[in-house]
């Protein structure tokens, strides 16, 4: 037993996996034929987001080498020392909502300058697990979905952003 434990995570997929096609055979399906029918779709899919991302990598990489991030950290600065949260990580929070892969970028540079156990590595490490790719992610899957009206979708990943930030301060602080 404490063998099937200590492996679940490398049991698990395997097991579901067996079971959609056990499911799919008992229900008299063709499961393969399915299965390619899906692949097809997916890649319909993602050839329909790809201008997206393109446009969303192409976007960020020009933010960050303008120096326009370190520029908004500098602007910022005044307001976002008065509330506690260090302007060095402005950028940050700004670029997660674009992009993971570029603000782990910032991330690397950010711990190779304060360290990862200092109060700016600490917060910078609760933040990006509390914060989401907002901008990201409604582009990819409102696009494959064809959702055209958002509602408050944006506004609401706004705020559950700047609660996730807030909330990354107050626990780096408890530390």
């Keep these: 037993m404490a063998l099937v434990l200590a492996n679940i995570s490398?049991?698990?997929?395997?097991?579901?996996?067996?079971y959609i096609i056990?499911?799919?055979?008992?229900?008299?399906?063709?499961?393969y034929e399915d299965f390619v029918k899906g692949a097809k779709e997916g890649l319909k899919t993602v050839v329909g987001i790809m201008p997206t991302l393109v446009?969303?990598?192409t976007a960020v990489g020009i933010l960050r080498a303008s120096g326009?991030?370190?520029?908004?950290?500098?602007l910022v600065r005044p307001l976002s020392e008065t509330i506690g949260f260090p302007a060095e990580l402005v950028p940050l929070a700004f670029i997660k909502m674009f992009s993971s892969s570029a603000a782990t970028g910032l991330v690397l540079d950010?711990?190779?300058?304060?360290?990862?156990d200092s109060f700016?590595?600490?917060?910078?490490?609760?933040?990006?697990s509390c914060t989401e790719t907002i901008?990201?992610?409604?582009?990819?899957?409102?696009?494959?979905?064809?959702?055209?009206?958002?509602?408050?979708t944006l506004k609401g990943?706004?705020?559950?952003?700047?609660?996730?930030?807030?909330?990354?301060?107050?626990?780096?602080?408890?530390?």
Excluded at 110 to 116: A, E, L, V
Excluded at 160 to 175: D, E, H, P
């Design 120 to 128: 700016i590595g600490l917060i910078t490490s609760i933040m990006m």
């Design 10 to 18: 490398n049991i698990i997929i395997p097991v579901i996996i067996f």
């Design 22 to 31: 056990a499911y799919g055979i008992a229900n008299k399906s063709n499961v």
């Design 157 to 175: 990943a706004l705020l559950s952003t700047l609660a996730g930030i807030a909330a990354s301060v107050v626990l780096a602080g408890m530390m």
């Design 135 to 152: 901008f990201y992610t409604m582009s990819v899957y409102f696009i494959a979905a064809k959702v055209t009206k958002t509602r408050y």
């Design 55 to 57: 446009a969303l990598m």
């Design 110 to 116: 950010i711990f190779k300058n304060y360290g990862t």
């Design 68 to 74: 326009f991030l370190d520029l908004l950290g500098d």
